[in-house]
């Protein structure tokens, strides 16, 4: 494939292979590669220019990053401009020959030609790093006093780069900055402006002292552009100084009533707003209602972006001058039925500052009339539950403050519950609790509107998008008919309405309230009936009697818990008074024609309305102060001590167990089966919690013998596990062995046999049975015979001795029984001899 050298040819080429595009690319990629090697350099600037069109295309080209340094540093202005274009294009920080451009830049800087002047510095802004910055901005600020207009801006910009790579070359580079204020050409003061406002922007105290020149240009400057630019540092530096406020007001007033460019009135009018600049202004008011006239011609304007601006504007302007902004209500309320929804949501949270009670009305009004028209729009439905509280918010402000019609207020809460779409039930449910609890006036018109709305079916049974909504405010509407039923006028259309066969279709979360709410005002109709009681109204309340237990029971089988509990409840009730009501006696009867029964005039209606429920503040409990003497860090029962025997257990079961750590520690940690097993019953008769059984006779008479015979060990003593007592009998001989550590090396003593005299084939057989046997007692001095400046000698058996104390034997034993033994033998012997 021939490859022509040119970039116009490379991008016809690549439009041509659509197909196969990356591997026509791959080639030009190769054929670079060949060409940015070339000696000739006008091929070498060509490729290096066709690489910075490649490198666009996400192909790495940081291989040629030397050979474009060539390209940089040549001597014909065309090919150095395509040089830097290549290594804008593909230079990073991390390029490792980066560092080879910075005499190379140096060089160009400091050229006569204005071209590579601005070519040089047009590739350093976007080449520099930290080093680059380091080495250079001194070089740089040379050309701040060069005689063409254009290099000292391009400079200026430059600079802010430079600073930004290198922050310790602020306080060197900020001075000669602030001398170009001065400068003769406006686009070198302009500039200067723009970079002084950026670094100002991150530490604007450190500026202070360039405010009177700033003022100057900020009255003499006609740019409106460098103005936005002064209006915005001045609005920076009034927080660090105040005394700038009066010199500034008279300043931004001036152009904010002679300027027709929206952009610098707007910047003008935040200033004044965002920067407390009324608070502090002998002639606010008058200053807020200039700036007020001039936002509202924003909204003459069909550029969105300025009505948004104005309305930004005007919420902070509210927060000082409620009245003024509310005044410009007409256009506000344009702005919440405006298609955009960026401009409904700042109207909205613009309505809710300004809200009173004279144009709460209208606000509400406009709000429900944008979420019933919006309500078939699904792509803003949380945009809709937004508005709905935003609204609620906005009607409950300081606990209704701004309310003064509160059945207005609880029509309007309802019709937001039918509304479709919108899922702010459980907020609104909550509001009108709290309206008919807070304002008594209005519970009779509350309960005579939730009565009409129980007593149609459509109503609580409702289908669509709308059940789900109101059926979380349908809950608040039962309790309110229960809690006053007092005030209802046709309870048998109410009940009629809420029992039904259907209301066990409705959701968990209603049934509960609607089973409290039918025993409430049926027992509140009988109590309201007893002036008109009569034979005709005890057969009406036993046909009622009999249809709410039938009710109840529908609902035992309810899957909801509570609702299953309360109807357990009230049908064994309705039961029972069923039962009361069909009693055959006459004179009971008599009674009930007389008046309702006792059980529901009394005891049943006590059960809900004995006392009057009554709203309590959210922090009145913490104004109640606790009765003198009241200790609630102190137990109530005083301290728990656990009984003394329980103590002395626990004590005993910790001094043992320390004792066991200790001798745990002062043997080998070489784990031994047998040792286990063998100190396991003696480590469990030490322990409280372990109920052995008890010995038998033989073991009782074992242990007395090895007492009497032998040493004792003592309660003090450490637990052993490895000592064994190894008996050998032969009829009545026993031979016991045992071990004493505090007596050093323990001799066995042999049995003494004289001379000439043969042991039976029994006892030869005994003795060598013994000898063959392991001893189970160390021969080697124990630690206790040592002195602390020995070691500890290291022993070779798996099963070290743990010590006891032992109690040394009788001295007075004059013979061993070997010896008496020896004796008897010989007697026998002299005694056969004598008879032969």
């Known amino acids: 494939m021939v490859f022509e050298r040119s970039l116009n040819d490379l991008i016809k080429g690549i439009r041509s292979h659509k197909d196969d595009e990356e591997s026509y690319i791959n080639g030009c990629l190769l054929e670079c590669r060949k060409e940015v090697s070339s000696q000739d350099a006008e091929i070498k600037a060509e490729a290096a220019l066709k690489l910075a069109y490649l490198e666009m295309f996400g192909f790495d080209v940081s ?12 001597s014909q202005l065309s ?10 294009q593909s230079f990073k920080p991390t390029t490792d020959v980066l560092m080879l451009t910075t005499n190379l830049i140096k060089k160009d800087i400091m050229s006569s030609r204005v071209p590579e002047i601005t070519i040089a510095i047009n590739g350093l802004s976007h080449i520099s790093t930290y080093g680059l910055a380091r080495d250079l901005y001194q070089d740089v600020l040379i050309l701040l006093n060069h005689s063409v207009p254009y290099i000292r801006k391009r400079t200026i910009m430059v600079l802010y780069r430079l600073c930004l790579q290198y922050p310790d070359a602020i306080p060197i580079c900020v001075p000669k900055l602030r001398e170009r204020l001065d400068d003769t050409d406006n686009s070198v003061v302009n500039a200067s402006v723009s970079v002084i406002c950026e670094l100002a922007r991150r530490t604007p105290k450190n500026y202070l002292e360039f405010a009177p020149d700033l003022f100057h240009l900020l009255t003499n400057s006609s740019n409106n552009w460098m103005l936005i630019k002064l209006v915005k540092l001045f609005a920076s530096l009034t927080p660090y100084e105040p005394r700038l406020v009066k010199k500034l007001v008279p300043a931004l007033t001036q152009i904010i009533e002679t300027t027709h460019a929206m952009s610098l009135l707007y910047e003008c009018i935040n200033t004044i707003v965002s920067g407390n600049m009324l608070a502090n202004y002998s002639h606010s008011d008058q200053l807020a209602w200039l700036c007020t006239t001039k936002l509202r011609e924003f909204f003459l304007d069909t550029d969105q972006n300025l009505k948004y601006v104005a309305l930004l504007s005007f919420y902070k302007l509210s927060i000082t001058h409620q009245q003024l902004v509310a005044q410009q209500l007409d256009i506000i309320l344009q702005c919440l039925i405006d298609s955009d929804i960026s401009l409904r949501m700042r109207a909205l949270d613009l309505v809710c500052q300004i809200v009173n009670a004279g144009n709460i009305v209208s606000i509400v009004k406009t709000i429900m009339l944008q979420l019933v028209t919006s309500s078939e729009d699904v792509l803003i439905e949380e945009s809709r539950n937004v508005t709905a509280l935003k609204l609620i918010e906005m009607t409950s402000k300081s606990t209704y403050a701004v309310v003064s019609d509160f059945e207005w207020l609880l029509t309007v809460y309802v019709d937001l519950a039918r509304i479709p779409g919108i899922h702010v039930g459980k907020v609104l449910s909550s509001q009108i609790v709290d309206l008919c609890v807070r304002v008594k006036a209005l519970r009779p018109f509350a309960i005579d509107l939730f009565s009409q709305m129980t007593s149609d079916p459509s109503t609580i049974f409702s289908e669509g998008k709308s ?19 007092e005030y209802v006028e046709d309870y048998i259309d109410v009940l009629d309405g809420l029992v039904r066969p259907a209301s066990t279709s409705l959701p968990s979360s209603i ?82 024609q007389q008046g309702p029964p006792y059980i529901i005039k009394n005891t049943v209606i006590n059960l809900f309305f004995t006392e009057s429920l009554n709203p309590v503040a959210s922090k009145a409990q913490k ?30 079961s910790s001094n043992i167990r320390s004792a066991r750590e200790t001798t745990e520690l002062s043997i080998d940690n070489t784990p031994n089966m047998l040792q286990a097993k063998e100190s396991g019953p003696v480590r469990d008769l030490y322990n409280p919690f372990y109920l052995n059984s008890s010995p038998s006779k033989e073991e009782d008479a074992t242990a007395e013998n090895d007492t009497n015979g032998f040493n004792e060990v003592t309660e003090n003593d450490s637990l052993f596990s490895g ?27 042999q049995d003494e046999i004289p001379e000439g005299v043969q042991l039976s084939d029994e006892d030869q057989l005994e003795r060598s049975k013994i000898q063959k046997e392991k001893p189970l007692i160390s021969l080697e001095p124990t630690s206790s015979t040592l002195n602390d400046n020995d070691h500890r000698p290291e022993t070779t058996s798996n099963t070290p001795i743990a010590p006891i104390k032992v109690k040394k034997r009788e001295k007075n034993k004059k013979k061993s029984n070997t010896e008496i033994k020896g004796e008897k033998m010989r007697k026998k012997r002299v005694s056969k001899k004598s008879e032969d």
Not at 625 to 643: F, M, S
């Open 63 to 74: 291989w040629a990053s030397f050979q474009i340094i060539e390209v940089m540093a040549s």
């Open 79 to 88: 090919q150095k401009q395509r040089g830097y274009l290549a290594a804008v």
């Open 467 to 485: 059940k789900e909504s109101f059926s979380e405010v349908l809950p608040s509407l039962l309790w309110c008919l229960g809690e006053y039923a």
């Open 511 to 592: 049934q509960p309230v609607l089973i409290q709410c039918v025993p409430k005002l049926f027992c509140q109709w009988c109590v309201n009936e007893e002036a008109a009681w009569g034979p005709e109204k005890l057969g009406l309340v036993k046909l009622w009697v009999t249809r709410i237990q039938q009710f109840m029971e529908s609902f035992v089988q309810s899957l909801d818990m509570e609702a299953q509990l309360r109807a357990v409840e009230y049908s064994i009730m309705f039961a029972q008074i069923q039962e009361i009501l069909n009693t055959n006696d006459y004179s009971e009867i008599l009674d009930f």
């Open 623 to 652: 104004r109640v102060l606790p009765p003198e003497g009241l200790a609630l860090d102190t137990p109530i029962n005083g301290a728990i001590e656990a009984p003394k025997k329980l103590k002395n257990m626990i004590d005993e």
């Open 723 to 749: 000592s064994k007592i190894m008996k050998v009998t032969k009829k009545s001989r026993r031979r016991k062995v045992l071990a004493s550590p505090t007596q050093g090396p323990v001799e066995i003593a």
